[in-house]
T-cell receptor
Framework: DQQVKQNSPSLSVQEGRISILNCDYT??????FLWYKKYPAEGPTFLIS?????DKNEDGRFTVFLNKSAKHLSLHIVPSQPGDSAVYFC??????????FGKGTLLTVNP | KAGVTQTPRYLIKTRGQQVTLSCSPI?????VSWYQQTPGQGLQFLFE???????NKGNFPGRFSGRQFSNSRSEMNVSTLELGDSALYLC?????????????FGPGTRLTVT
């Protein structure tokens, strides 16, 4: 049972435009959500997170939106840069329990 | 501050053998989690150790085991290797358990089983 789903395996965007990566979850008990970015041959690196008591969190070019009623979150990258090309993982947790990751979305930003 | 280190970085083993992977967390971090990454499966959680105790466990067979030492370093062991165990094994450390604590990942150990 996949509790965190990233339904788009890949996404291609032009440099300077907005990238929107989506994530759906099924466990209504999740109270913390995170996005990680992974380059080939490296471990994932933390990007941004959001608590379930908020619906938006912003950090520079990265904004995460949380829609609890739809059990959906999204990561917006504006403007997209070629260096943003990587695999993006959505993750969620309940309290101090383990993180559950989605399968990832490969973002390609074309110059 | 030094990051998470994993050794070895690459490993080739034969079916039926066993393997031990090592992870050194960031200094001061007491939680170490292990993940398996295979193509199309994302990051699948194996287990988490906190202060030498297994705190969380994923849905993997008993062939996968781990432990944590008093200095927070952790090892993961896979016995009776199968071809399907070929994967990138990632270790992550954090101050404590839970999503609110950012996990810092190591570069991973690429295991190939032939």
């Amino acid at each position: 049972d996949q509790q965190v789903k990233q339904n788009s395996p890949s996404l291609s965007v032009q440099e300077g435009r907005i990238s929107i990566l989506n994530c759906d979850y099924t466990n209504s008990m999740f109270d913390y959500f995170l996005w990680y970015k992974k380059y080939p041959a490296e471990g994932p690196t933390f990007l941004i997170s959001i608590s379930s008591i908020k619906d938006k969190n912003e950090d520079g070019r990265f904004t995460v939106f949380l829609n609890k009623s739809a059990k959906h979150l999204s990561l917006h990258i504006v403007p997209s840069q070629p260096g943003d090309s990587a695999v993006y993982f959505c993750a969620a947790s309940v309290g101090n329990y383990k993180l559950t990751f989605g399968k990832g979305t490969l973002l390609t930003v074309n110059p | 501050k030094a990051g998470v280190t994993q050794t070895p970085r690459y490993l080739i083993k034969t079916r039926g053998q066993q393997v031990t992977l090592s992870c050194s967390p960031i200094s001061g971090h007491r939680s170490v989690s292990w993940y398996q990454q295979t193509p199309g499966q994302g990051l699948q959680f194996l287990f988490e150790y906190f202060s030498e105790t297994q705190r969380n466990k994923g849905n993997f067979p008993g062939r996968f085991s781990g432990r944590q030492f008093s200095n927070s370093r952790s090892e993961m062991n896979v016995s009776t290797l199968e071809l399907g165990d070929s994967a990138l094994y990632l270790c992550a450390s954090s101050l404590a358990s839970g999503g609110i604590y950012e996990q810092y990942f190591g570069p991973g150990t690429r295991l190939t089983v032939t």
